[in-house]
């Protein structure tokens, strides 16, 4: 790895961290050792990074927010990259032009304070513009899917194109990018639509206190952990087994919603993993329902 790092050196590739504990950079706090981080400063030094990826046959994972994975505790003898520097806006009318590191609850923000209506249902998902994109984030019965127009990407072959909204296959969590892992969003247009600054701002305050209200935001967590199945909801399912307050190690089922499994602040990855997967096996075992994990297991 030493002489990698002084490849992203010489090469000015952008900031370097060693040794970097992945619980600082995830919202569940837990997660093992990753070798090195790394911030590109552009598109052309990420290319550059990748390369240099590629010729050391290294692993690596580009991560936004941390707010929708979980990392084993194990060291991740790789790269980890960060696009934080990726980070421009430009906005024409309704047309958003965002660069994939930027906030998401940040350009909620902006939106509204501008009367741009669309986005109102991220307003309190804490990701990243890629990281929301690649999960096809979404509440209140709206996603990114409803306002993406398009995505440049970088391919396993570290060339730019464009990808469409037809082509990026948004489904409930879902998206071409989670299912195709070599290609990295690099910015994003979106497309909303003019609406009153008031309403938009009532609609965006009412559904704060609601998450405020039912989602125990007061602990580390990574929001929902399984995806509702058609026509219920994952929540009740587990409710109805009673496993509220169900705990492994330093993970529980959050007695406040029971979609909700959070780290009581001394977790482990491993205890979070297995309670999911207890309470996985629970519904399957009661419902013969198979819950789908919404959150992304890396490095197990």
């Not at 309190?124 to 127009?149: C, E, F, H, L």
């Amino acid at each position: 790895m030493k002489e990698v790092i002084k490849q992203i050196k010489n090469n000015n590739i952008g900031r370097i961290l060693e040794n970097v504990s992945l619980a600082k950079y995830t919202t569940y706090h837990v997660g093992g050792i990753a070798k090195l981080m790394v911030y590109p400063k552009n598109e052309a030094k990420l290319k550059e990074l990748l390369e240099i990826i590629e010729n050391n046959h290294l692993k690596y994972k580009v991560l936004g927010n941390g707010s929708n994975v979980l990392f084993s505790d194990n060291l991740f003898n790789g790269i980890i990259i960060k696009l934080d520097n990726f980070n421009f806006l430009e906005i024409k009318g309704t047309d958003i032009n965002v660069g994939a590191g930027y906030n998401l609850i940040a350009l909620t923000r902006i939106a509204c304070k501008k009367g741009l209506a669309g986005l109102e249902f991220a307003a309190g998902i804490p990701g990243t513009i890629g990281g929301a994109i690649y999960m096809n984030a979404g509440a209140y019965k709206s996603d990114m899917g409803y306002i993406v127009k398009n995505i440049r990407v970088l391919t396993p072959d570290l060339k730019i194109i464009t990808l469409t909204n037809k082509e990026l296959d948004f489904h409930y969590r879902s998206s071409f990018l989670q299912k195709n892992k070599g290609y990295i969003c690099l910015s994003a247009n979106i497309k909303l639509y003019k609406g009153q600054k008031e309403a938009i701002e009532a609609v965006t305050k009412e559904r704060k206190k609601r998450r405020l209200e039912s989602q125990p935001l007061e602990y580390p967590s990574a929001g929902s952990v399984f995806r509702n199945p058609p026509d219920m909801f994952a929540g009740k399912l587990i409710e109805d087994l009673n496993l509220k307050g169900k705990t492994i190690g330093g993970a529980l089922v959050s007695p406040k919603h029971a979609n909700f499994i959070v780290n009581q602040g001394n977790a482990k990855a491993q205890d979070i993993k297995e309670l999911i997967y207890f309470v996985k096996n629970k519904v399957k075992e009661k419902y013969n329902v198979d819950l789908i994990i919404e959150q992304e297991e890396v490095n197990w």
